[in-house]
């Protein structure tokens, strides 16, 4: 069949490749999948006229001779009860892209996974790896996937006892760099803003501000968020600020808008870095840029991306299992919590 014989919308086959090709069916189907002994010049050849074409290889035939369906599945547990609120805040939003951008230069495609649905449904998806961000403490979800022998990188809590690779950071030590900060700052009554979740961030971030300042004999100062969101966050700083005992500082462990935030402030009467310092754990890229530039926390979400992608993808084409990585924290010091500085950074 030649080109002008196809119907429009015909689908193109193998054999009409080797036909256009000049070459045998073997021959077309090595060279577009790497395999077999050609020259070079005859594997460009037929790939230019299969794209000539048209042709697209069969999904599903390709996966059941290769074993594999090029898909990774992307999860954000931290707030299982609220399906796709993730999406809608900047860690996860970047993280989300940059786990698609590092998947598809590995040559696979990503699928974002709702946080809520039927008990198992996500076993019924063709993936080839998970990449799970956030579980919940004893997250279903993670057990679901590692009973089906389906690879999945997580964090240390969620993958302990289990042959795979995990990556996370040192939340606590985080916190304590920010709250040591804030202190050599001249805050004495530092307040922070948190999620009411179980997964390791929230978990080890609270404890970490709670035995910071027990072991300074002062008192915490913390509201948690009644459900996610920007709106949620404001809502609860203005709790905060509103209690009987008034901040200096203020740390904001949930994503929020900076700029709103900062007009929040402003409205409740709290200049910054006047009467309050802040700092806020956010991947905003509004930061440098409000006045004052605001002081933030960075748990790296594109570089955490990468090194999940290509975890999986060595577990999946057996490249052999990495060890677990230990991510450092981005703390960059800017105007809001230090009246000297315009914009410098520490790690």
């Known amino acids: 069949m030649s080109e002008s014989d196809r119907n429009p919308g015909e689908r193109v086959r193998l054999v009409d490749v080797a036909r256009a090709a000049g070459v045998s069916k073997t021959t077309v189907s ?106 919940v403490d004893g997250d279903p979800m993670v057990g679901d996937f590692l009973a089906a022998g389906i690879p999945v990188v997580s ?47 929230h978990q080890d971030s609270v404890q970490a501000y709670s035995d910071w300042h027990a072991e300074k004999g002062r008192e915490p100062l913390m509201v948690y968020l009644d459900a996610p969101g920007v709106e949620a966050a404001l809502d609860a700083v203005e709790t905060l600020l509103s209690g009987p005992a008034t901040p200096d500082a203020l740390v904001v462990l949930v994503e929020v808008s900076p700029p709103l935030l900062l007009d929040k402030l402003r409205r409740l009467g709290r200049s910054v870095p006047g009467d309050l310092l802040l700092v806020c754990v956010t991947e905003d890229t509004t930061t440098p840029f409000t006045d004052p530039p605001v002081s933030t926390l960075s748990f790296l979400p594109a570089e955490t991306a990468d090194v999940a992608v290509e975890m999986l993808v060595d577990i999946i084409e057996r490249r052999g299992v990495a060890t677990g990585r230990l991510l450092q924290a981005r703390f960059d010091i800017r105007a809001s919590s230090d009246p000297g500085k315009s914009a410098s950074s520490a790690s």
């Open 155 to 201: 964090d240390r809590r969620a993958l302990a006892g289990t042959p795979w690779p995990w990556i996370d950071f040192d939340y606590g030590g985080a916190i304590r760099q920010v709250l040591d900060h804030l202190e050599a700052a001249g805050a004495e009554r530092i307040g922070a803003v948190a999620a009411s979740t179980t997964a390791c961030f």
């Open 30 to 135: 090595d060279a577009l999948n790497g395999a077999g002994r050609l020259p070079d010049a005859t594997r460009e050849h037929v790939r230019q006229v299969a794209r000539r074409l048209g042709y697209r290889p069969n999904a599903t035939a390709r996966r059941l001779r290769s074993g594999h369906s090029r898909l990774l599945g992307l999860a954000a547990r931290e707030y299982v009860e609220h399906a796709w609120v993730y999406t809608e805040l900047a860690y996860f939003a970047q993280l989300t892209t940059a786990t698609i951008r590092a998947g598809t230069a590995h040559g696979y495609g990503v699928v974002l996974l709702p946080t809520t649905g039927p008990d198992d449904y996500w076993l019924d998806l063709p993936l080839d790896g998970v990449f799970v961000v956030d579980p």
